[in-house]
C-alpha cells in the first residue's frame, strides 16, 4: 500500500482534461454494473472525475489531468480484484472543526457502498454543466455533499482549501477544504438528526448512520479497515494549532 501524502496548498490547480476510456472497456463496465447492481438498487450510477495524472509543477501549481467516468468504474475496483483499469477517483471533502477542536466525522450507513467506514462528508467530483473543473467548482460540490450529508448548508466562501490528498489505498486525489465555522458539536448533531429525521420521511436514506467527533489519539490501535486512509494523517495535522497547521 502506498503511503497517504497531504500536499500544502498549491498557487493553484490546473485541471487538463484528456481522453476517457475506450469504448470496449466502457462496454464491460456497463455489463458489469448491470450484475452488480441487482442486489444494490439503492446505488446510483452517475458520471465522476476520475485522475489520469497528478504532479506539482515547478510554480508551485497542481496539475491534474482527468477523464469522465461513471460510479460504476470507481466501484468496480472494490468488488473485482485484480482490475484491469482501476478509476483513481478526484475527490473532495470538507474537513470542519467544531468548537471543542474535534473533526468531524461521517459512519457511512449500511446501505450505502462502504457500509460502517468512517470518512470526512464529501463525495466524488463530477463535472458540472459547463464541463469544466476547478477549485471553485470543488468547493461547490463539497458544499453541496456536505448539506446532502450533514443537513447544514455551506457556502464556498466558508471554505478554504487546505490540503490534496494523494498515495494511499487506490492514490485518489482528494480536494479537502478546511472549515472552521464555530459550530459546536451539540449543534452540528442536533441538525444532522433533523436532516436523518427528513430524508427517511421522504423515503430514502442517509448516507451517514452516525457523527463522531474525533482527534488523533481516536486513530491510536484502531483497525484501519474502519475508515479511509487519510483519516488519521488529516486528524494528527489539524491537532496542531493554527499557526503550526499554516506552517506545514
Excluded at 125 to 152: D, K, P, Y
Amino acid at each position: 500500500m502506498n503511503e497517504v501524502h497531504l500536499l500544502t496548498t498549491p498557487t493553484c490547480i490546473d485541471f487538463a482534461e484528456t481522453a476517457g476510456e475506450s469504448p470496449k472497456v466502457s462496454a464491460s463496465l456497463a455489463d458489469w454494473w448491470k450484475q452488480f447492481s441487482i442486489d444494490k438498487p439503492s446505488l446510483f450510477n452517475g458520471p465522476v472525475a476520475a485522475c489520469r495524472h497528478c504532479e506539482l509543477t515547478p510554480s508551485g501549481a497542481l496539475r491534474i489531468d482527468w477523464y469522465e467516468t461513471d460510479y460504476a468504474h470507481y466501484l468496480q475496483r472494490v468488488a473485482v480484484n485484480p482490475i484491469t483499469t482501476p478509476a483513481r477517483a478526484i475527490f473532495c471533502s470538507v474537513a470542519l472543526l467544531a468548537t471543542s477542536g474535534d473533526l468531524l466525522v461521517g459512519r457511512m450507513a449500511e446501505e450505502t457502498a462502504s457500509p460502517g467506514r468512517l470518512q470526512l462528508p464529501g463525495g466524488n467530483v463530477t463535472v458540472g454543466r459547463t464541463g469544466l473543473l476547478s477549485a471553485e467548482s470543488c468547493a461547490v460540490e463539497a458544499c453541496r455533499e456536505f448539506q446532502e450529508e450533514i443537513g447544514i448548508k455551506l457556502r464556498p466562501d466558508q471554505l478554504t482549501l487546505w490540503r490534496i490528498k494523494v498515495g494511499g489505498r487506490s492514490d485518489d486525489v482528494g480536494i479537502i477544504f478546511l472549515c472552521e465555522p464555530g459550530r459546536s458539536e451539540d449543534e452540528i448533531r442536533v441538525a444532522f438528526d433533523l436532516h436523518v429525521k427528513a430524508v427517511r420521511q421522504a423515503g430514502m436514506s442517509s448516507e451517514f448512520e452516525e457523527l463522531l467527533f474525533v482527534d488523533t489519539n481516536f486513530f491510536a490501535g484502531g483497525i484501519s479497515e474502519e475508515w479511509v486512509d487519510y483519516l488519521p494523517v488529516v486528524a494528527r495535522e489539524l491537532g496542531q494549532s493554527p499557526a503550526e497547521r499554516k506552517s506545514l
